[in-house]
T-cell receptor, first 112, second 113 residues
Framework: GEDVEQSLFLSVREGDSSVINCTYT??????LYWYKQEPGAGLQLLTY?????DMKQDQRLTVLLNKKDKHLSLRIADTQTGDSAIYFC????????????FGAGTTVTVRA | DSGVTQTPKHLITATGQRVTLRCSPR?????VYWYQQSLDQGLQFLIQ???????AKGNILERFSAQQFPDLHSELNLSSLELGDSALYFC????????????FGSGTRLTVV
């Protein structure tokens, strides 16, 4: 995942919004993904965005893509304790057979 | 249930031993990917198979090997195990190309003692 970078930790208060950031280096990225990993579980696909989109909203989740800066963010509104997990950003590139490159993951801790 | 099945869920074995981890991909998916997740190294891509053939190799040690069978299930073989091989091993599957991303199994936790 050296082409995808994320901050490692985020602490947020219950009820506040969380914003997880990610930067990627390959400007030809086709799709960008957010995965969630709860303790002891596998990675679960949360949402993805096609590279020609700027924003995608899905209930409490908002994905913003800034192609110029190669920056992707995931906003979680009204963060709950069940949102405590590791969040992985990933990119896929059509020319690389859509193989995913993952970031190192951001550990989100929700405090009461 | 993601549709990707990994067995066993937990495995404890001694150094020097050999183990086999098994993965059944989601129905219809032709690609299988293996990942290793450890505390100090994060999520590391090991190897990919597509319809029975090796498609890509990542940071896979020579002591590790994998294969994908005609029924598309895959096995990851880990031999001459060392303490440092203790990790979560994930299998993921995908269809060919497109926006679907990968579907992950729940992983096999390997502990080498």
């Amino acid at each position: 995942g050296e082409d995808v970078e994320q901050s490692l930790f985020l602490s947020v208060r219950e009820g506040d919004s969380s914003v997880i950031n990610c930067t990627y280096t390959d400007s030809s990225s086709t799709y960008l993904y957010w995965y969630k990993q709860e303790p002891g579980a596998g990675l679960q696909l949360l949402t993805y965005i096609f590279s020609n989109m700027d924003m995608k909203q899905d209930q409490r989740l908002t994905v913003l893509l800034n192609k110029k800066d190669k920056h992707l963010s995931l906003r979680i509104a009204d963060t709950q304790t069940g949102d405590s997990a590791i969040y992985f950003c990933a990119e896929s590139i059509r020319s690389n057979d859509y193989k995913l490159s993952f970031g190192a993951g951001t550990t989100v801790t929700v405090r009461a | 249930d993601s549709g990707v099945t990994q067995t066993p869920k937990h495995l404890i074995t001694a150094t020097g031993q050999r183990v086999t981890l098994r993965c059944s991909p989601r129905s219809g998916d032709l690609s299988v990917y293996w990942y290793q997740q450890s505390l100090d190294q994060g999520l590391q891509f090991l190897i990919q198979y597509y319809n029975g053939e090796e498609r890509a190799k990542g940071n896979i040690l020579e002591r590790f090997s994998a294969q994908q069978f005609p029924d598309l299930h895959s096995e990851l073989n880990l031999s001459s195990l060392e303490l440092g091989d203790s990790a979560l091993y994930f299998c993921a599957s995908s269809t060919t190309g497109g926006a679907g991303g990968y579907t992950f199994g729940s992983g096999t936790r390997l502990t080498v003692v």
